[in-house]
Nanobody, 117 residues
Framework: QVQLVESGGGLVQTGGSLRLSCAAS????????MGWFRQAPGKEREFVGGIRWSDFYIFYADAVKGRFTISRDNAKNMVYLQMNSLKPEDTAVYYC??????????WGQGTQVTVSS
């Protein structure tokens, strides 16, 4: 069974940057579209963006367009989320997972991103 491990979160000031990483063990990302998601306190988990395996086509939620960049390294089985121009409303726990997510896809522990105003 695949295990997803997110890392790279932290505390930054408004306007700062962070780079999140997602590693998989137990199964390769190869052939799968991968997505980033986030869940803010008291809110439902929401989609942030995704990257297709075949042609690296990337798509983003409107809230992060122009500020966040997704990339992947298929050889290393890693997916990344570069976050620039961070805002307090980006504060959340960030997760990676397959896209679209199915009920059987496990979630990792996520990584906390906190943006101070």
């Amino acid at each position: 069974q695949v295990q997803l491990v997110e890392s790279g979160g932290g505390l930054v000031q408004t306007g700062g940057s962070l780079r999140l990483s997602c590693a998989a063990s137990g199964e390769t990302f190869s052939g799968f579209t991968m997505g980033w998601f986030r869940q803010a306190p008291g809110k439902e988990r929401e989609f942030v963006g995704g990257i297709r395996w075949s042609d690296f086509y990337i798509f983003y939620a409107d809230a992060v367009k122009g500020r966040f960049t997704i990339s992947r390294d298929n050889a290393k089985n890693m997916v990344y989320l570069q976050m620039n121009s961070l805002k307090p409303e980006d504060t959340a726990v960030y997760y990676c997972n397959f896209w679209p997510v199915s009920a059987s896809d496990p979630w990792g522990q996520g990584t906390q991103v906190t943006v101070s105003s």
